[in-house]
Structure formats: C-alpha cells, structure tokens
T-cell receptor, first 117, second 114 residues
C-alpha cells in the first residue's frame, strides 16, 4: 500500500515553455503533499507544502508564480514549471502524507527528471 | 529550528562488512526520526522510523538505528552489507503529527565494494 506515482518520469522541453508534473497517491488519500527539488549529489530541498483544497505554502526563496502547485483532490497534486529555463533543470520529487496516521511518514514518488534546453 | 547533520558524505565498505551511517539532529521539541534510502534516479524509500518507545528501531533490508536522546543521534547500522545496499541514505527529522515539514540531511553515499 501507500504508493505514489509521478508522471512523466522524464521530460525534455525548450526554454520558455511550461511543463506540468503530476503526483498521484494510488491507494490512499493524501491530505498533504510535498514537492521537493534535488540537485545532483545533493539533498532534497523542500519547495512547497500543499493541502487539498487550499493554497500551497511555499518555502522561502521559491517563486510561487514560477512553480504553480495545485492540489485539487485528495489523490492528485500538480506542479507546473512556467516559462522554464535551463536553470530549472533538476530532479523533482513529490511525496504524500496521511495526516490521520500521526507519524509524519512521507511516501515518495519516483521523481521526474526535467531537462530544459 | 530543526537541523540534521549527516557526518559522512561517502562511506566505502567491503561486502559483508558492518557499516554505520551517522546522523545527528537538533530540535527544541520532541522529534520523529527517519532514515530513507534512494537508489539512482528513483524516489526515496523508508528504511525505518522512530516515533517513541524502544530506542532501537529495526527496519527493512536488515538495517537498524538507535535513538540516543542525550547525544541527539540516530545512527543507522547494518551488520553485513551487500552490493545491492549501494545507494544514497538520508536521515530526516520532523516535530509534529502528520503533515508537518520534514527536514532532510545532506545524505550519505554508501558504496559497497566486492
């Protein structure tokens, strides 16, 4: 149980285009989802926390107009990278948490490799 | 504010040898502690977690960790490693019930040699 999927697994796009990444909890309802960015050989950097039906909470230094997060249902959150540039190339990972479990365990998606040319 | 320090960026070890990956944390409140493993180009998988109770926590793949409150440590151990244990390991801390922010350490690259 507690499987999280991400789509696409990798995407290559041209500079200036927008890219949408989907994160789905397949067999549970995720009241909270997290979006991370991971640079090569680095740790995970939390970008934002989203709760179903409300606006995402962005970490300091993360541009909310550039990284649009929507958590429309208890099983789906999307991250849209708008007007992508080469510096946005990275590995993006989502995770989901079940608030009712009370133990803060996060279930991670497999990640999306974004390459902006 | 919470923080997590993983003292070793890389740990090379021979197959079947024991290994310890070190993790220290700082927090002003009670903590939940986690170890996650990441294989190349994949997301993170939970190895084990400490919430309360016994300070020795057993996880998957033969790993265990010990919570030491006085030393604010949560070191990960395995008595005999396999080539397949080669991966990145992350220690993490959070301080509330589900949904609260989790802080990750910088990661330790475990490299198991034949």
């Amino acid at each position: 149980g507690a499987v999280v999927s991400q789509h696409p697994s990798r995407v290559i796009c041209k500079s200036g285009t927008s890219v949408k990444i989907e994160c789905r909890s397949l067999d549970f309802q995720a009241t909270t989802m997290f979006w991370y960015r991971q640079f090569p050989k680095k740790s995970l950097m939390l970008m934002a926390t989203s709760n179903e039906g409300s606006k995402a909470t962005y970490e300091q230094g993360v541009e909310k107009d550039k990284f649009l997060i929507n958590h429309a249902s208890l099983t789906l959150s999307t991250l849209t990278v708008t007007s992508a540039h080469p510096e946005d190339s990275s590995f993006y990972i989502c995770s989901a948490s079940i608030v009712a479990s009370g133990d803060n365990e996060q279930f991670f998606g497999p990640g999306t490799r974004l390459t902006v040319l | 504010a919470q923080s997590v320090t993983q003292l070793d960026s890389q740990v090379p070890v021979f197959e079947e040898a024991p290994v310890e990956l070190r993790c220290n944390y700082s927090s002003s409140v009670s903590v939940y502690l986690f170890w996650y493993v990441q294989y190349p180009n994949q997301g993170l998988q939970l190895l084990l977690k400490y919430l309360s109770g016994s300070t020795l926590v057993k996880g998957i793949n033969g790993f265990e960790a010990e919570f030491n409150k006085s030393q604010t440590s949560f070191h990960l151990r395995k008595p005999s490693v396999h080539i397949s244990d080669t991966a990145e390991y992350f220690c993490a801390v959070s301080d509330g019930p589900g949904g609260f922010k989790t802080i990750f350490g910088a990661g330790t690259r475990l490299f198991v040699k034949a």
